[in-house]
């Protein structure tokens, strides 16, 4: 008899963290972590220690503050990372996991590692080995699972079970898969692998997007057996992503008629607030007509499906909005709100914050609150978003004024503070100016020819944060500084080049302290 509870494995902060421009400091990844627990969902898979410092912390740290969900470190079949992951994950004590994966299709045997099928059951059931020394929760992938041969796929699931794996994970890396056919693996690998029938071990499916499948493939995997999902808020990932966990999870409770008895733990009413968040630690805008979660999914424009919402909401609303955490906005806060005010509406959010936190981020309110009349969640959380990012603001904006219009030629003067690089030295201030396709284009290039950088736009984004004519502007930035890697930027404020040109050097000073980044973009799976 198979248990029919769904365990949700949230891959977001290293799958998703993967996402070209997407990567996340420490405080982000903690604030997503809190925000994943209160989702209620089962695994988090809090990065890849082994890869730098930096993700070696984050998955430490999250081992020990988060409780409730398990907390997972990926490692290649290889010692050091299984070291590394064993280490990180041991604060999370019982709730702590390994996962190890290594390739087994024809092509990754054959081009990528150069090895035999005995070698690679040889280091997967190694790895595994030496994973449960430090955990006896041992999760494998046999990494391009839905391009393996089946019979091959068997073999290495009895050998990693054998040694002490207890969840397996088919994973569809390049998104190949299509549902029948994955289906049909599932079942395949159920009905051959006694230990699947027992409950010994159960199989968990990690599913991306390319041809846009990767709900399909995991919804197929789930009737045909599978007992773990692997999936991201937003469906954000490697290329075309991941599965969607909004769409996973709604897609079973809506269609409960067709996914009879199968069971998630998820607290649905976290889901919008789960995206946004991840949205903004990511920089990674949600597209609008997204399911679930996306600024159009519960608008209804035309007048026969209005008019049928009002005599019947399920005429054309198969979710209920509220399920999902919509509409559940509050009061907005006003400058003549107090700290208190903020910080409760800060805790309201989700954030826990010092009160050195508090106060910086109540100073920002009262530079906005002057501005505008009133102060929603959202300009909240982008302030938020400002003080937790942390990056070493060596270069920050004084000035910028622009002359432009359909008979000028578009110039900005820009003047910059540069931090001296001790506490010692004094800071300068420069002055430049630049002209360019538009007011926009100019500030950028004053802010180059003074940083000495050159940046090319490869995205620009500007969204209002909240409602009104005074809205907030947040503008999202992707650059390419040369060497072919993505740095986002962001920056906010009543004037939208004011927002560019911060939204521009902050991507500019995130640049200039990535080291660590460098290291880690050549190692990722
Ligand atoms: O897509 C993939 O194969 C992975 C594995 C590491 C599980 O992300
Ligand atoms: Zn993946």
């Known amino acids: 008899m198979k248990n029919n509870r769904i365990l949700i494995f949230d891959t977001t902060l290293r799958d998703g963290e993967q996402c070209p421009g997407a990567s996340m400091n420490l405080r982000e990844k903690l604030e997503v972590a809190r925000q994943l627990a209160r989702l209620k969902v089962?695994?988090?898979?809090?990065?890849?220690?082994?890869?730098?410092?930096?993700?070696?912390?984050?998955?430490?740290?999250?081992?020990?503050?988060?409780?409730?969900?398990?907390?997972?470190?990926?490692?290649?079949?290889?010692?050091?990372?299984?070291?590394?992951?064993?280490?990180?994950?041991?604060?999370?004590?019982?709730?702590?996991?390994?996962?190890?994966?290594l390739a087994t299709s024809k092509i990754h045997r054959e081009f990528k590692l150069g090895k035999a099928q005995d070698e690679i059951v040889r280091l997967a059931v190694r790895g595994v080995e030496q994973a449960k020394k430090y955990v006896d929760d041992v999760e494998f992938s046999p990494e391009d699972g839905s391009r393996t041969e089946?019979?091959?796929?068997?073999?290495?699931c009895k050998e990693v079970i054998a040694a002490g794996a207890t969840t397996i994970n088919i994973p569809d890396t390049v998104g190949w898969a299509v549902p029948g056919e994955f289906g049909e693996l599932i079942s395949h690998l159920y009905s051959e692998v006694p230990e699947f029938q027992s409950g010994k071990a159960i199989i968990s499916v990690h599913c991306h997007n390319d041809l846009g499948l990767a709900v399909a493939n995991s919804l197929a995997a789930v009737q045909a057996g599978a007992r773990q999902v692997e999936c991201t808020v937003n469906g954000i990932g490697e290329r075309a992503g991941n599965a969607s966990l909004e769409e996973v999870v709604m897609a079973m409770k809506t269609r409960a008629d067709v996914y009879k008895g199968f069971k998630c733990g998820v607290n649905t009413k976290e889901i919008v607030k789960s995206s946004r968040l991840v949205s903004r630690m990511s920089g990674l805008t949600v597209q609008r007509s997204k399911a679930i979660v996306g600024e159009n999914a519960f608008a209804h424009s035309s007048g026969i499906h209005q008019d049928g919402i009002l005599k019947k909401r399920e005429t054309y609303e198969i979710v209920d909005p509220e399920d999902v955490g919509w509409g559940q906005t509050e009061l907005p806060l006003t400058k003549h709100s107090g700290r208190a005010a903020v910080n409760a509406r800060l805790k309201h959010l989700g954030f826990k914050m010092t009160d050195t936190d508090v106060q910086a981020i109540f100073a920002r309110f009262k530079e906005i609150g002057d501005k505008k009349k009133f102060v929603y969640d959202d300009d909240l959380l982008t302030l938020v978003e400002g003080h937790i990012t942390e990056v070493p603001e060596t270069w920050s904006l004084e000035y910028v004024q622009v002359t432009t219009g359909n008979q000028a030629i578009p110039t900005a003067t820009v003047r910059l503070v540069k931090a001296g690089k001790k506490k010692s030295e004094k800071a300068e201030t420069m002055e430049d100016a630049g002209i360019g396709d538009g007011?926009?284009?100019?500030?950028?290039?004053?802010?180059?020819?003074?940083?000495?950088?050159?940046?090319?736009?490869?995205?620009?984004?500007?969204?209002?944060?909240?409602?009104?004519?005074?809205?907030?502007?947040?503008?999202?930035?992707?650059?390419?500084?040369?060497?072919?890697?993505?740095?986002?930027?962001?920056?906010?404020?009543?004037?939208?080049?004011?927002?560019?040109?911060?939204?521009?050097?902050?991507?500019?000073?995130?640049?200039?302290?990535?080291?660590?980044?460098?290291?880690?973009?050549?190692m990722q799976p």
Not at 64 to 89: F, N, Y
Not at 150 to 156: H, N
């Open 42 to 101: 089962d695994v988090i898979e809090a990065g890849f220690p082994v890869i730098s410092d930096g993700d070696f912390t984050a998955v430490q740290t999250i081992a020990k503050e988060i409780k409730g969900p398990i907390i997972a470190g990926l490692a290649r079949c290889v010692p050091k990372d299984i070291d590394a992951a064993g280490e990180a994950v041991k604060p999370a004590g019982k709730k702590g996991r390994i996962h190890v994966f």
């Open 150 to 156: 089946p019979e091959f796929l068997v073999r290495v």
């Open 439 to 522: 007011p926009v284009d100019a500030a950028l290039k004053a802010i180059d020819r003074l940083t000495t950088t050159h940046g090319v736009l490869k995205d620009y984004n500007i969204r209002a944060v909240s409602q009104g004519k005074d809205a907030l502007g947040e503008v999202t930035v992707k650059v390419d500084f040369g060497d072919g890697d993505l740095v986002t930027g962001k920056g906010a404020g009543t004037d939208v080049i004011v927002a560019s040109a911060k939204a521009y050097l902050n991507a500019v000073n995130r640049f200039m302290s990535s080291e660590s980044r460098k290291g880690k973009a050549k």
